[in-house]
């Protein structure tokens, strides 16, 4: 698998921390079919490279923190709120 940039996509500023987003890419034909979303199981978005799915976490507010990451990778950001929740 490859990992792409990470982005912040959304601030909660009441739990002071960024709800945080990477891309993760299935390359080889043996990760294509064991990829899959971790809530809905839809394979992923085909790409150049392979198939798109995204890895979510947080971000705390504080000096050398590190990011919390799910584990697993989903679809999109309903999905893993779905499967955090």
Known sequence: MEYGQVRSIQRDPFAREDIIRQTVY??????????????????????????RLFRYGTQPDAIN?????????????????????
Do not use: L
């Not at 299935?26 to 198939?51: D, N, Y």
């Not at 590190?66 to 929740?85: A, L």
């Open 65 to 85: 923190v590190r990011n919390n990451w799910s584990e697993d990778v989903f679809c999109g950001r309903s999905c893993w709120d779905s499967y955090r929740h």
């Open 26 to 51: 299935a390359v080889t034909p043996f990760e294509q079919s064991t990829f899959e979303c971790a809530w809905c199981g839809a394979k992923g978005k085909r790409v150049m490279i392979g198939r």
